[in-house]
């Protein structure tokens, strides 16, 4: 990621955007992760700077809830997950 847009910031705030940006472009590949692997509707993912990832959505059953929270913690980019994934029978 080319940082240099940020070098007229102060280091500490500089830090600060580098790794937001960092967290955003995590949690878009993320996204693009698990609308491949798995049937979410509206998907929404985000992340923080301290890897933690919230994923927010419908799917089918609580299996498939819990496969999503499992498959982002093996995935090694993320240190917590919030799961806020609905089940909705019938849907996804």
């Known amino acids: 990621m080319d940082t240099s847009a940020f070098d ?3 280091e500490s705030l500089r830090q600060k955007v ?3 940006n960092q967290a955003y472009a995590l949690a878009a590949e993320l996204s693009q992760e698990l609308a491949e692997r798995f049937a979410i509707d509206d998907l929404q993912v985000a992340m923080t700077t301290g890897q933690v990832a919230a994923v927010s959505g419908s799917v089918a059953s609580e299996e498939v809830r819990q496969s999503v929270t499992a498959f982002l913690l093996q995935s090694g980019k993320v240190s917590q997950v919030h799961n806020g994934l609905m089940v909705v029978p019938g849907g996804s």
């Open 8 to 10: 007229h910031l102060p």
């Open 18 to 20: 580098i790794e937001a």
